[in-house]
């Protein structure tokens, strides 16, 4: 397990895995094992993710205040702490998790300073936790470890046969009107249409990309009346359900129940309005990346191509050929180099970073670093083959009270070694195996 102090976190993805080891870089520390506990129906994990962690019980994750988000290909959300506790199980949807995405908001001109978020993409489906939602739920089941009100596995094991978990209200929309879905991400927030100027509503923008559309834009409109209902009721459910079941085992002690818990019902989709998309065959896209504003979106296509997208007026605003299995980071870099060079304890700002795009080309062999939006090419890196760009999915602060700048950072990962692009900076990983494999 890393050591407490300024860390990052990189999560790699396997399909058909059963155990997530997070292994430190640069030798701090040793590892740790985390092995779900994932029934036959629960399906393999298909999908990672780093959630920090606020309050009080934060340091109980691990000591690194972040839980691990497990997604799996029959569409079960599992958080787990550092030390392997499992935090939370919920359904979301019945069809494989293709990619989770926690984002930090941040307050800008386009949208308010709204909480935290996690998106889950499913093939045509793309379903949103509030940053604060999530906290609540995993405070309280870091509490109730800490707390120690899970004496023994027996115990857990029929908790979680009780649905004592309850359930994060979330918000679920279909974005398949226009294309399936290979890969997607919520940009922010949308002014409303023009008819509901009044609504207190909220609109999210939606990126999707596909076989049959390059790239597609939805306007998701939030139900709230379905999310705080539906959150009382599942909650109200599921505390009865475990109160009968209770009563039921003191009643009926002898008598084993042979029934088994049906999966609950999937959540109907909120409103979904399809706003425009680009249609170019035999171009499909592949990957969808997003900057930290969520202004920008890199987007890699079959034919080789980058596309650079504005998502608030969803115009394409730089195009980069030549690029064939091509993978995209964002990165911040350092304006003046001669400041960087001339002191190792300079402390920086945000403004002396700019914003870049890292463009990994395997059939290549390089990664190119290039000024956004319409700069120059800044850095080209020799890479060996089989390497791979990875990036953390937040960014700590060495201390609370530090006024030190954290950048954006990407890095380099080729098997046996990891090698930060931007700053030499300590990490860590995750590396889901194969209990297949092993067995």
Known sequence: MARRGHHHHLAEVALLASVLAVVPVAGVGGGVTVR???????????AVEWVPLVGEDAEEAGGEGVAVAVGTDAGWLLFYSLAGDLLHKQSIYPSKILKLNFRERKENAWE????????????????????????????????EVKSHLWKDKSEQEDAEEDSSFGRIPFQIWNVSKFSSCADA???????????ELQ???RHYCAITVGEDAVVSAYRLSEDRSRSIVGAILSRGVAATFSTISSLSKIIWRSE????????PKPQSFAKTSPLTCLKD????????TLSPSGTLAAITDSLGRILLLDTHALVAVRLWKGYRDASCLFVEMLLNKDKASSSLHTE???????????????????????????????LTIPCPKGSRILQPSTRFMSSPFSSLYSPLEVYLFNGTNMVS?????????????????IT
């Open 421 to 437: 692009v931007s700053a030499n900076r300590t990490c860590c990983f995750i590396v889901i195996c194969n209990l297949n494999l």
């Open 281 to 288: 065959s035999p171009r499909k896209g592949e990957r969808l």
């Open 112 to 143: 308010d300073s709204g909480s935290d978020e996690l998106s889950v993409v499913f093939p045509g489906v793309i379903a949103r936790f509030d940053g604060a939602d999530l906290q609540n739920m995993l405070q309280k089941s870091l509490h």
């Open 36 to 46: 779900p506990a994932l029934g036959p129906d629960d399906g393999r994990i298909s």
């Open 185 to 195: 991400a919520i940009v922010g927030l949308m002014p409303p249409p023009l008819l």
């Open 199 to 201: 609504s207190s509503q």
């Open 256 to 263: 084993p129940s042979p029934t088994k818990k049906s999966r």
């Open 348 to 378: 920086y700002t945000k403004s002396d970073y700019c914003l870049c795009l890292a463009i990994h080309a395997p059939r290549k062999g390089i990664i190119e670093i290039w000024q956004m939006r319409t700069g120059a090419r800044l």
